[in-house]
């Protein structure tokens, strides 16, 4: 039973459960980021090369027999994952940039100035009480 205990203080930490949500949320990222290259980026970029789709471009190595399939370099997949890559990273390196400057704004604002501590406002009401005798 302790060990079941001490799963359940670790699955509850917040830092677990952040992280956790990140991966759902990073997955759903890659998602929208493969559709955008496969459906929109690719398309374009193929057609002006007269027609191609990347993701057949493959070179044989071996020609497919009855017994086995062709021996091939899918080079094509390779290019629409390195897109997917480069997009990914430049969508991360923008949000740790627009992060930053939110940080640094933030920590640029001068904190207001502390009040008088509870001591001094005791004090000065005995000083006033004085003043009045």
């Known amino acids: 039973m302790a060990v079941l205990k001490e799963f359940r203080e670790f699955a509850v930490k917040g830092n677990v459960v952040d992280m956790a949500v990140g991966i759902i949320i990073g997955a759903a990222f890659g998602r929208v980021v493969q559709s955008l290259v496969n459906d929109i980026i690719m ?3 193929g057609m002006a090369i007269g027609g191609v789709d990347f993701s057949d471009l493959a070179v044989v190595l071996k020609e497919a027999t009855e017994e086995a399939a062709a021996v091939t370099v ?3 997949a390779f290019i629409q994952t390195l897109i997917d890559f480069l ?4 969508a991360i390196f923008v949000a740790v940039k627009v992060i930053n400057s939110l940080k ?3 920590e640029a604002k001068p904190a207001e100035p502390p009040g008088p501590s509870e001591e001094l406002l005791v004090l000065r ?3 006033d009480e004085l003043k009045k005798a």
Not at 87 to 90: D, P, T
Request: net charge positive.
């Open 43 to 45: 398309p374009p970029i």
């Open 74 to 76: 899918s080079y094509g």
């Open 87 to 90: 997009i990914i990273a430049l």
């Open 104 to 106: 640094r704004k933030e």
């Open 125 to 127: 009401e005995i000083r």
